[in-house]
């Protein structure tokens, strides 16, 4: 069974950064895509980035692209989540998921991924 956990979270002043690292184990990491959604209060669950199984190649939601930045090391079986010049509106609770799809599939709706993780909260301050 795959596990997932989150960490990294935590509160920002609006324009800081913040590193998000999901750990995964349980099965072969680089037989997964990966995925990085966030949560609000009172909203959907929003898809924000996906890497590919091998790393090389990545997708973003474009409200995102140019701040945040996902990467994989599949030696440490983790996946990260850059987040940069973070604004208010991001302020949400982050999941980490994993996708089966592959080799090269760029999953981004939640209902391509099996496995998803506690989450950590980002607070981000005006």
């Known amino acids: 069974q795959v596990q997932l956990v989150e960490s990294g979270g935590g509160l920002v002043q609006a324009g800081g950064s913040l590193r998000l690292s999901c750990a995964f184990s349980g099965r072969t990491f680089s037989r997964y895509a990966m995925g990085w959604f966030r949560q609000a209060p009172g909203k959907e669950r929003e898809f924000m980035a996906s890497i590919s199984r091998s790393g090389g190649g990545t997708n973003y939601l474009d409200s995102v692209k140019g701040r945040f930045t996902i990467s994989r090391d599949n030696a440490k079986n983790t996946v990260y989540l850059q987040m940069n010049n973070l604004k208010p509106e991001d302020t949400a609770v982050y999941y980490c998921?994993?996708?089966?799809?592959?080799?090269?599939?760029?999953?981004?709706?939640?209902?391509?991924?099996?496995?998803w993780g506690q989450g950590t909260q980002v607070t981000v301050s005006s």
């Open positions: 998921a994993a996708s089966p799809k592959g080799p090269i599939v760029l999953p981004t709706r939640s209902d391509e991924y099996d496995y």
